[in-house]
């Protein structure tokens, strides 16, 4: 089992609507979770922290399950401008603070 | 949150030739850098840790005598693809280490390399 899964996709999803995105990881033990978008031919950046309680950012909201093992990120009322690869990631505390990254999920906003 | 340079951004080299990367954390002290490796459609694959100051620490499958990583100081980590193939042209990223003040790495801009 890969260590962390995502939906490559690709998602395409007409302006304005809501999409949500699922990543799954192995590690029980994992601590933190990231939500990253990278855009074609840059590098990553940080989109959000994902907390235990969750946290909302805007229009973007980010959801924890250590039960099953997974994070979960939803975007609201998209913009074109949300088309993306959105990378989920699992930083392995004992693991010299390592990310692991999932494939990614990309994003196509239709107008 | 701190800047992370890399140079060059871009490289096309001939089969053989060697490539130095530098990583420049402009910012923030890093004890420990990391460098991934992303093929074209494909997630960022790490491919080792470097260490202020002693030997890099490499993932399974990554040849250390081919990717030599050098970190000299705090804010520079160098990534050399010694005798390069086609096989290696990919999109190079370095990060530093986890700045616990926000909980985040911070990323280069990346060096994509082409080995013709």
């Known amino acids: 089992r890969k260590e962390v899964e995502q939906d490559p996709g690709p998602f395409n999803v007409p302006e304005g609507a809501t999409v949500a995105f699922n990543c799954t990881y192995s590690?029980?033990?994992?601590?933190?979770f990231f939500w990253y978008r990278q855009d074609c031919r840059k590098e990553p950046k940080l989109l959000m922290s994902?907390?235990?309680s969750g946290n909302e950012d805007g229009r973007f909201t980010a959801q924890l399950n250590r039960a099953s093992q997974y994070i979960s990120l939803l975007i609201r009322d998209s913009k074109l401008s949300d088309s993306a690869t959105y990378l989920c990631?699992?930083?392995?505390?004992?693991?010299?603070?390592?990310?692991?990254f999932g494939k990614g999920t990309r994003l196509h906003i239709l107008p | 949150g701190a800047v992370v340079s890399q140079h060059p951004s871009w490289v096309i080299c001939k089969s053989g030739t060697s490539v130095k990367i530098e990583c420049r954390s402009l910012d923030f002290q890093a004890t420990t850098m990391f460098w991934y490796r992303q093929f074209p459609k494909q997630s960022l694959m790490l491919m080792a840790t470097?260490?202020?100051?002693?030997?890099?620490?490499?993932e399974q499958g990554v040849e250390k005598d081919k990717f030599l990583i050098n970190h000299a100081s705090l804010t520079l980590s160098t990534l050399t693809v010694t005798s390069a193939h086609p096989e290696d042209s990919s999109f190079y990223i370095c990060s530093t280490g986890r700045d616990f003040a926000t909980d985040t790495q911070y990323f280069g801009p990346g060096t994509r390399l082409t080995v013709l």
């Open positions: 590690n029980s033990a994992s601590q933190s």
């Open positions: 470097s260490n202020e100051g002693s030997k890099a620490t490499y």
């Open positions: 994902v907390y235990s």
């Open positions: 990631a699992v930083n392995d505390e004992g693991r010299d603070d390592k990310i692991i």
